[in-house]
């Protein structure tokens, strides 16, 4: 929990490095809320209704989580991505079918460059990690 309030408190910084664990128990967390985001726009009713009688299984209470979250999720990813030696603009690699969101899952999962790099130190070296 202390890496998702971490990416909350940096929600647009763009800079730097997030080390693997900062990234993933963000969207462990992230996951868990929109699952809980879901189930109470249904228990609630506030769930998008279709003109044809059917609704959606999510509703105003999800997109506001969503949208909420936006800048944060795209900010630790560009950190990530950094952390690995990548520009933040590598996220575009999802526009390939397949091929990209595979690529980039890959980076998100591989260890941090060792050292420094151009966006930063090594944020496992740091001292004000997160433990």
Known sequence: MNYY??????????????RRAEYWYFTLFNFI???LAILLDNYLGTTFKLSYGLSMPYGYIYLLYVIFML???????????HDVGKSGWTYFIILIPIIGILWLLVLLFTDSQVGSNKWGENPKLTE???N
């Open 71 to 81: 800048i944060p999720g795209l900010a630790v990813t560009v950190r990530r991505l």
């Open 128 to 130: 004000n990690s997160i």
């Open 5 to 18: 309030l971490s990416v909350l408190k940096n929600y647009s910084t763009f800079r730097g490095r997030a």
């Open 33 to 35: 809320f929109i699952c």
